[in-house]
Each structure stands twice: as C-alpha cells, then as structure tokens.
C-alpha cells in the first residue's frame, strides 16, 4: 500500500507535452481538452472545479481574468463562492 495521499502533481514537462500533443491533433475533442487542461493549469485548481465553470462564473477585472467557484474540496458548503480566483498573464 502506497504511503502518498492524495494524486502525485502534474511536471511542467508532463503539461508541455500534453498541450502540445493536444494542440497537433486533428481530433475535435482536442481543442475542448487543450482548453480545460490549461485553465485547470492557470487557476490550480481541481478538474471537479472546471468542470463546473461557466461563462457566468468568469468576468476581467483590469489585468486579469477572474473566476468564482461555488464550492471547491476545501470549501464544501460554498461560504467562500464570492472569493475570486485570479489568473495573470505572465509576459
């Protein structure tokens, strides 16, 4: 039995190549995975939290784009849904 709790965090090298691989595919379903898999990237946060995303949930404040979860694995009741995350460009 493993002592690891929890799953083992994604290598930036381990990202690069599924974008990239994502991105060089003819697949219609690649450009879906290509965007969940870098706003789930940017914002740190859980695939049960993207999935639930909606354009009514993400708004721009000045330099970046921001984005409130209802609930999240630490906040299950919601009490925080009003507390945004942020997500910068890094030039």
């Given at each position: 039995?493993?002592?690891e709790?929890?799953?083992?965090p994604?290598?930036?090298?381990?990202?690069?190549?599924?974008?990239?691989?994502?991105?060089?595919?003819?697949?219609?379903?690649?450009?879906?995975?290509?965007?969940?898999?870098?706003?789930?990237?940017?914002?740190?946060?859980?695939?049960?939290?993207?999935?639930?995303?909606?354009?009514?949930?993400?708004?721009?404040?000045?330099?970046?784009?921001?984005?409130?979860?209802?609930?999240?694995?630490?906040?299950?009741?919601?009490?925080?849904?009003?507390?945004?995350?942020?997500?910068?460009?890094?030039?």
């Open positions: 039995q493993s002592l709790e929890g799953k083992r994604m290598s930036f090298d381990a990202y690069r190549l599924m974008c990239k691989k994502l991105n060089a595919s003819d697949a219609s379903e690649a450009l879906f995975g290509h965007c969940f898999l870098t706003m789930e990237w940017n914002l740190m946060a859980r695939s049960d939290n993207c999935k639930m995303m909606h354009l009514s949930h993400v708004e721009w404040r000045q330099d970046c784009l921001v984005f409130f979860f209802g609930k999240t694995k630490g906040d299950q009741i919601g009490e925080k849904a009003d507390e945004p995350w942020h997500v910068y460009s890094n030039p």
